[in-house]
């Protein structure tokens, strides 16, 4: 079993649609989850970041996390074009590292 | 406040040769992360750095190998090169643990022939 585990996609959604990206890890005792953002070409970049259970909104992004059910999940709200893409899930592991899964490529059609 | 930095961008190599990467961190980071990104395999995690020592390792074989300097900018090396090590090469850093957020460098594209 994979310690970040993602939907490698593609997943494909119309513009103004919810995008809904999951992800599970095994680390229990994992305290910090990272969702980055990365386009073609280019290195990732930090779209939010969740450390208690719960919701947190960021604009039109929304991170969820549930540690005993070990999910993450990130809601992108009103899709863009300009969100297509591939988004990464990062857990702190108890290893004193960061774990990233293969991420999930995103497409939002016009 | 600048970002991280990475050099060279690009880099072309034949196998056997060996390559150094480099790494300056945001200003007041401490703690330097490195990464290895391929289709395949995702990102990989290399080692991390702080304050000079290598406080962290991924399962990399020892021809990887990193080290940090007194300004915090790090450095990593890849000898005898093999076809299987193209890839983009990626440094981050963040202020003192590898668990807190991190934020990437541009990447270093690495070519083996």
């Known amino acids: 079993q994979k310690e970040v585990e993602q939907n490698s996609g593609p997943l494909s959604v119309p513009e103004g649609a919810i995008a809904s990206l999951n992800c599970t890890y095994s680390?229990?005792?994992?305290?910090?989850f990272f969702w980055y953002r990365q386009y073609s070409g280019k290195s990732p970049e930090l779209i939010m970041s969740i450390y208690s259970n719960g919701d947190k909104e960021d604009g039109r992004f929304t991170a969820q996390l549930n540690k005993a059910s070990q999910y993450v999940s990130l809601l992108i709200r009103d899709s863009q074009p300009s969100d297509s893409a591939t988004y990464l899930c990062a857990v702190g592991s108890n290893n004193n590292d960061m774990r990233f899964g293969a991420g999930t490529r995103l497409t939002v059609k016009p | 406040k600048a970002g991280v930095t990475q050099t060279p961008r690009y880099l072309i190599k034949t196998r056997g040769q060996q390559v150094t990467l480099s790494c300056s961190p945001i200003?007041?980071?401490?703690?330097v992360s490195w990464y290895q990104q391929t289709p395949g395999q995702g990102l990989q995690f290399l080692f991390e750095y702080f304050s000079e020592t290598q406080r962290n390792k991924g399962n990399f074989p020892g021809r990887f190998s990193g080290r940090q300097f007194s300004n915090s900018r790090s450095e990593m090396n890849v000898s005898t090169l093999e076809l299987g090590d193209s890839a983009l090469y990626l440094c981050a850093s963040s202020l003192a643990n590898s668990q807190e957020t991190q934020y990437f460098g541009p990447g270093t594209r690495l070519l083996v022939l």
């Open positions: 200003s007041g980071h401490r703690s």
């Open positions: 680390d229990r005792g994992s305290q910090s």
